[in-house]
């Protein structure tokens, strides 16, 4: 497909102009972000940022994908417990 994408663990994740991470996620049927702090799983949940349930890493940095725009060739994935520390989702 061609069109502007970014990568989640490798995989090529396509999105439309304007999309957030999350929809974009979401579009593509990817719905577990990972494991949070508490070993709950990580998930596009309130959509407005309240929540953080949707942090991700996007370029290496802490963000909530629910409120960060796809951006082309960003490198997305999981936030661990070695990459959350000290970091907050902002």
């Known amino acids: 497909m061609t069109g502007p994408s970014f990568f989640w663990c490798g995989e090529t994740v396509s999105f439309r102009p304007g999309e ?7 579009a593509a049927r990817i719905l577990h972000l990972g494991t949070d702090a508490n070993g709950q799983p990580a998930r596009y949940f309130c959509g407005i940022g309240a929540c953080q349930a949707c942090a991700v890493l996007v ?3 802490i963000r909530e994908a629910c409120l960060t725009p796809a951006r082309s060739g960003s490198e997305v994935r999981p936030v ?11």
């Open 80 to 90: 661990t417990p070695a990459s959350a520390g000290g970091n907050d989702a902002r």
């Open 59 to 61: 370029d290496g940095t």
């Open 20 to 26: 957030t991470i999350a929809a974009a996620l979401t």
